[in-house]
């Protein structure tokens, strides 16, 4: 989820609202791969990123978090994720 808003208080809860949207229906695993991605990409360039990126989701799928994601979504409900 992206969105820009002018900076002052309507950034602040924008941004609390996507943070709270993200710690309430994201995997933690699928967090961390993301911002480990951002961080590899800004030091290492997009190419780096991208190269590691098909592993980091096949580890991602081999974890319940990553099994209950698929299931969720085939059946249409929310995902509850438990860390492992």
Not at 11 to 35: C, D, M, N, Q, Y
Not at 55 to 83: K, M
């Amino acid at each position: 989820m992206q969105e820009i808003a002018e900076d002052g208080p309507a950034a602040v809860r924008s941004a609390a609202e996507i943070a709270t949207t993200i710690a309430e229906k994201s995997g933690p695993f699928g967090v961390r791969t993301v911002l480990d991605s951002a961080h590899r990409a800004r030091e290492h360039g997009e190419s780096a990123a991208i190269e590691r990126l098909r592993p980091d989701i096949a580890r991602l799928l081999a974890t319940e978090d990553g099994a209950e994601g698929i299931r969720s979504f085939a059946e249409r409900r929310d995902a509850v994720f438990t860390g492992r």
